[in-house]
């Protein structure tokens, strides 16, 4: 037998990037074209290879995930029950506070929570730490309240009292942003600036604040992938579907996609659905579509790129390109299909199977322990042995961490 073995039919050669040729404008749309392509399969690809796993996940560990939120979120309510309590030493308060704070992070992070109120657990945070707060406690969250507002709202009110009152009741002061927030909409709106809406607000002040770093590492943060013209890049596509040459394709590609011009059954179907997108397409000035339309069904079509059309076009390919360069990212790095693909998708099927199992018996025991503690959990009396366990186990942790003890005193 032939060594030589024949290329599998299954995965073909990807297409080369084209030639130059004596025609730049022509070159630079044959590389963004070439370049979408690619950018397109790539998304597939990726989408393709992840379904399988995505759907089992969403099976199997899905329901697993969401009783495990459940689980927590009582538990986050069972233990502020107790944070309105004096007969705490600031040892016990303090670890009380940080196991609430860790439990109720969990839940803002994990897209499984579903319609849990946490901003309750947060107020009612608030409400009871504030109760044993002494006048100094008292007047530093007034100071942060006032910079509350200031930011929220871009003013605060003066007056000590309100300040005090909004520190010992968090509905109050929630009623006041979202009123002032909605009254500077309404000034918005009546100057005719109602494209802008305000912000929603979100009680957290007890609890740990958001990165401001988290999007560092995020090439696309900040606005850096919104379009710079977006006005001048609309007038393009106008001025394009304005040019005759444009009009002759798209005679052109009706002509050959025409339902009427098909006698199998089976085809004249085919050509009826890419009939009603090249409309669709033309009529919303969608140019992408009615290029790509082109670039399958119509041999000839780049004979009816003019230069003056390539100098509109190969803007708008740009755009498409970076566009789906954004899509990319955005479902390969911050989606759900991402998180999932992760921790999932392994290189054998066999470490694929590990990590499913694996997953599956750390939830099945968490939910174990959840169910524990929230049948334990009920005194101050069952309560206190866990907070000594918590601690002991951070004290443990902190010495078995190498800690350098000579980093203190340099």
């Known amino acids: 037998m032939s060594q030589?073995?024949?290329r599998s039919k299954k995965s073909p050669r990807p297409a080369s990037p084209p030639r130059a040729s004596s025609n730049p404008a022509l070159d630079l749309f044959h590389r963004h074209w070439h370049a979408i392509e690619k950018q397109q399969a790539?998304?597939?690809k990726f989408a393709s290879?992840?379904?399988a796993i995505y759907d089992?996940?969403?099976?199997?560990?899905e329901p697993l995930e969401r009783q495990q939120c459940a689980l927590i979120y009582q538990l986050c309510q069972r233990l502020t029950t107790f944070t309105a309590r004096k007969s705490f030493t600031q040892w016990q308060r303090e670890t009380l506070h940080d196991w609430i704070h860790e439990l109720f992070s969990y839940l803002e992070s994990n897209p499984f929570r579903g319609e849990l109120d946490l901003e309750a657990i947060a107020i009612d945070l608030q409400v009871n730490s504030s109760a044993l707060m002494d006048e100094e406690m008292i007047e530093q969250q007034c100071d942060f309240v006032y910079?509350?507002?200031?930011?929220?709202?871009g003013h605060a009110p003066d007056d000590r009292e309100l300040l005090r009152a909004f520190v010992h009741d968090p509905h109050l002061l929630r009623d006041h942003i979202l009123n002032a927030q909605a009254q500077a909409q309404s000034a918005d709106q009546d100057d005719g600036d109602a494209g802008e809406e305000g912000d929603d607000f979100s009680f957290d002040w007890d609890l740990e604040g958001v990165d401001e770093d988290e999007d560092e590492d995020n090439p696309f943060a900040e606005h850096a992938f919104d379009d710079d013209e977006p006005d001048h890049a609309a007038s393009q596509v106008d001025a394009l579907f304005d040019k005759s040459s444009l009009k002759q394709l798209y005679r052109k590609l009706a002509m050959a996609l025409h339902p009427d011009r098909e006698q199998d059954p089976v085809k004249r179907e085919e050509k009826h659905q890419l009939m009603s997108q090249l409309s669709h397409a033309w009529e919303?000035?969608?140019m992408f579509t009615l290029?790509?339309?082109?670039?399958?069904?119509?041999?000839?079509?780049?004979?009816l790129l003019s230069a003056d059309n390539l100098a509109y076009i190969n803007p708008l390919l740009k755009r498409r390109l970076r566009e789906l360069e954004r899509q990319y990212y955005l479902e390969t790095e911050q989606g759900l299909l991402a998180v999932v693909l992760r921790r999932f998708k392994q290189r054998s099927k066999k470490k694929t199977e590990a990590a499913f199992a694996e997953h599956r018996a750390y939830l099945e025991q968490d939910i174990r322990n959840l169910k524990e503690n929230l049948a334990e959990i009920r005194s101050l009396q069952t309560l206190k042995p866990y907070l000594s366990a918590r601690l002991n186990?951070?004290?443990?942790a902190f010495w078995e961490d190498d800690f350098d003890l000579d980093s203190l005193f340099r």
Request: glycine share 2%; proline share 2%; aromatic share 2%.
């Open 56 to 61: 089992r996940f969403c099976h199997e560990l």
């Open 284 to 286: 919303n000035q969608e």
């Open 147 to 153: 910079a509350l507002l200031m930011e929220a709202c």
């Open 291 to 303: 290029l790509q339309l082109a670039h399958n069904h119509l041999p000839e079509s780049e004979s």
């Open 393 to 396: 186990a951070q004290q443990q």
């Open 42 to 44: 790539k998304m597939d």
């Open 49 to 51: 290879d992840g379904r």
């Open 4 to 6: 030589i073995k024949k």
